[in-house]
């Protein structure tokens, strides 16, 4: 068999490294005021970041309260590393009080009803989005599939009627 030779290391030295684009001094470029807008909003929902980022397109336009469009320009600034490093810093920034860095390592998704109304009963938003989204948004939002949202929902209803506290 014919001896199989690898190219030389200093041809592969020779070849260019890529270059990383200049971060400035003052950190990354400042977000268009829509965007910046739209990463405030999504700061006051459980993985907010995910929705402008992977939320089917309705199901953002509905939860951020923005046209479809704007919700597919933030999408396209964001694709740039340090426009998504600005939304983060942002996202950081507007996160309430007392809620930790959302975005930035979202909690493990819950597997049973009982576990998802846990979950929303967090902040009041949370369980107004799980109480009365679409299924499918609510769904995005907890990172849980559309029929656990439904088991939830029927779970909330059970307390109410039974006078039990988590009721929306």
């Known amino acids: 068999m014919p001896e199989r030779r690898l190219p030389s290391i200093d041809r592969a ?3 260019p490294l890529p270059v990383a684009p200049d971060v400035p001094d003052d950190g990354p ?3 268009p005021p829509d965007v910046l807008q739209l990463v405030q909003r999504a700061a006051a929902l459980p993985n907010g ?3 402008i980022e992977r939320a089917p397109l309705e199901c953002a336009s509905i ?3 923005a046209r479809p469009a704007r919700i597919e320009q933030a ?3 964001l694709a740039a590393p340090l426009a ?3 939304a983060a810093a942002a996202l950081a920034r507007a996160v309430p009080e007392g809620r930790g860095a959302a975005g930035a390592e979202p909690r493990p998704a819950p597997r049973t009803a009982e576990a998802l109304v846990r979950a929303a009963e967090r902040t009041p938003a949370a369980l107004r989005i799980l ?3 679409s299924p499918e948004c609510a769904a ?6 559309p029929a656990l949202v439904l088991e939830a929902r029927a779970l909330l209803a059970a307390r109410g009627a039974a006078g039990g506290e988590g009721a929306p």
């Open 13 to 15: 030295r020779s070849a």
């Open 29 to 31: 470029a400042p977000l």
């Open 49 to 51: 970041m995910a929705v």
């Open 63 to 65: 939860l951020l309260g």
């Open 75 to 77: 999408r396209a600034v």
């Open 84 to 86: 998504r490093a600005a």
């Open 131 to 133: 109480a009365s989204a």
């Open 140 to 145: 995005v939002i907890f990172s849980v599939r």
